[in-house]
């Protein structure tokens, strides 16, 4: 193929843009990006031979630096997989990933956000921020004919061309920028420099980096040295390298089994949720080896999908090299350690609930919405999962736990009550917490879309059943003498039924409101209007279920309503009059109405005839 001139994706210009125009303070990243891709490249290799039978020769893996001062070049070189050119232009001529426009409003929204590189595989774009040329050679393993050449100015285009004695694997060469120390632009040629850059970001890579005959990274595997013996920063750094988050990490969980079947592990808590936490199409799952034998890179079956956030490497001892994602599926050994993990990382937040609560609050903030997913997933894990939760409460501003609930529980109250909505404003000035709030019952607010399901299958938490104060009856008056004869209303519940019947299924008195005229209440085994929206949004159509309309007898409203009744049930304003009562419930509790331009013209007939 003869030479091509292409241009960029557009995302990709619009990143090459900000990545020149060094919007980074921080510019010895670049490196570390060049010699974390060369050490996946590498990885990919040895894992190609292992598990497809490729024919390579990986007795010497290795990533090799040059430098030529005089020519102003930095060169990283790696004798790993390679790519084809169809691969050059799609992994570095495009931005194949989801989140992309996310990344590059938050780009250019933040001074400075280096957390970002790397994120969506394009740390390979961070090299223009030191230099103003990049060439870059490959060649594919297994394969025949030339390699190929790639090269760009960072300007939008780059040119492709074929390159045929190309050795296996990849070299880059960076054409540097003048040293401009006031704007954190070093002379990267300086072997110092270098040699600093590896030793602080990239020592413990398994691979030897050379530069000439010096190894300049240690290769020590972290999981595999007693804690003692490493820095809170060699962990941290490692946590970047197999994250690509540029923060620290939140918790740091250190694991070695010894005996019939052995494994180390080294897991990281992050301090913050990645922006595709909840995208289906994100990377997650832990790094399994063998034997310090890289095997694969998003190993799903060691980690539960409710801890996806969790990053890290378990290395066994006992498994095969080759081993498969079908394999893992069914292995028994990978199951016992995936149990065992998520004990660990269950009873390392549950240690900071109570040894560092500031530390435990950022995580539940960041991760709680996904941990709650583990209360479907994983029946047998519903104690320690709530005990490690936390919940908004109408007690106060700050998030409750469970036990903390069951303590402050009044006397003879034996259930946990709660009310599932779309806003903690929604919930709290919703009319089913109206008799709680005036008798000083504590109620959960529940906010969360994964709420909704969760407390269908939780039934209960220390013995105590969990209740939502919009199903069922509920009876909190301790004066019977007070309550109104369900008799008085009788003719004006029938009329409501009568016309309200496409749309309830029973109406009764209240024992649930104090101030608002009405409330929609779903019977005990019903499914919430909240869920039944969510079925329909993923395509599950089901019949609408119809809900219990409550009166309160002491309203105003509803007292008027049943004497009009009384004086002409034959009134032809009375059936818009019930109507408009349905409708306000309806809107009251944050539910959408069937037709909002009905009700709007049934309210402003009604309010120009009080004019």
């Known amino acids: 193929m003869t030479m091509e001139t292409l241009e960029f994706q557009a995302e990709a210009r619009q990143l090459l843009q900000l990545m020149v125009h060094s919007i980074y303070s921080n510019k010895d990243i670049f490196l570390r990006e060049l010699i974390s891709n060369a ?17 390579a020769d990986t007795s010497d893996l290795h990533i090799e630096i040059e430098s030529d001062p005089e020519a102003r070049t930095l060169t990283v070189r790696d004798n790993g997989i390679g790519m084809t050119r169809e691969e050059v232009v799609e992994l570095i001529g495009t931005i194949a990933k989801s989140g992309t426009a996310e990344l590059l409003g938050k780009l250019k929204e933040a001074k400075e956000s280096p957390e970002l590189i790397g994120q969506f595989g394009v740390g390979f774009y961070s090299t223009f921020m030191v230099a103003d040329r990049v060439t870059l050679v490959t060649r594919k393993a297994g394969t025949e004919g030339h390699g190929t050449r790639w090269e760009s100015a960072g300007e939008g285009t780059y040119t492709i061309d074929d390159a045929p004695d190309a050795p296996v694997g990849t070299t880059i060469t960076l054409h540097l920028r003048p040293k401009d120390e006031d704007d954190a632009l070093y ?14 970001y990239s020592d413990f890579i398994s691979f030897p980096i050379r530069k000439g005959d010096e190894t300049l990274n240690s290769m020590k595997a972290l999981w595999a040295r007693p804690r003692s013996e490493v820095t809170d920063e060699e962990y941290h750094q490692f946590y970047r390298h197999i994250s690509h988050d540029w923060t620290d990490p939140l918790e740091i969980i250190n694991m070695k089994a010894e005996g019939t079947f052995e494994y180390e592990a080294l897991l990281f808590i992050p301090s913050r949720a990645p922006h595709d936490l909840f995208q289906r199409d994100a990377r997650r799952g832990l790094q399994l080896y063998v034997k310090r034998v890289f095997i694969m890179d998003d190993s799903k079956e060691l980690i539960p999908d409710y801890l996806r956030f969790v990053k890290g490497v378990v290395d066994a001892a006992d498994l095969s090299l080759n081993i498969s994602r079908e394999i893992l599926q069914q292995d028994r050994h990978i199951q016992m350690i995936r149990r065992r993990l998520v004990k660990k990382v269950l009873s390392t937040i549950k240690d900071l609930m109570t040894g560092n609560p500031e530390k435990y609050a950022t995580f539940w903030r960041e991760f709680g919405r996904a941990v709650k997913e583990g209360l479907l997933a994983e029946p047998d894990n519903h104690k320690p999962i709530l005990e490690i939760a936390s919940f908004a409460t109408t007690h106060g501003s700050e998030p409750t736990t469970l036990a903390a609930y069951v303590e402050r529980m009044k006397e003879g109250q034996e259930e946990i009550y709660f009310l599932t909505g779309e806003s903690r404003s929604q919930v709290e000035n919703s009319p089913h917490m109206e008799a709680f709030q005036a008798e000083g019952y504590e109620v959960l607010i529940l906010t969360d879309p994964v709420d909704e ?29 007070q309550k109104q004869p369900e008799g008085d209303f009788g003719p004006l519940m029938g009329f409501l039924t009568e016309k309200l019947d496409e749309r309830v299924k029973e109406v009764r008195l209240s024992h649930r409101l104090t101030t608002s005229a009405a409330c929609l209440v779903s019977d005990a085994d019903d499914i919430t209007p909240a869920l039944e929206k969510m079925y329909r949004a993923m395509g599950q159509e089901g019949p609408r279920v119809k809900r219990i309309l409550e009166l309160n007898p002491d309203h105003p409203l509803v007292a008027g309503l049943r004497a009009a009744h009384e004086r002409n049930a034959g009134d032809p304003a009375l059936p818009d009059t019930a109507e408009l009562l349905y409708g306000t419930a309806l809107l009251a509790e944050g539910g959408d109405l069937d037709d909002p331009a009905r009700f709007a013209k049934l309210l402003a007939d009604r309010l120009a005839q009080t004019v």
Request: hydrophobic content about 35%; glycine content about 4%; aromatic content about 6%.
């Open 39 to 55: 050490s996946d490249a590498l990885d990919k290799l040895r894992l190609a031979k292992l598990q497809d039978g490729l024919e």
């Open 187 to 200: 002379d990267y040629t300086d072997e110092w420099k270098i040699k600093e850059i590896v030793k602080r």
């Open 453 to 481: 399901v969760w407390v269908d299958v939780v039934p209960e938490f220390d013995g105590r059943k969990l209740r939502s104060i919009a199903r069922g009856t509920v009876d909190l008056k301790k004066d019977e003498e």
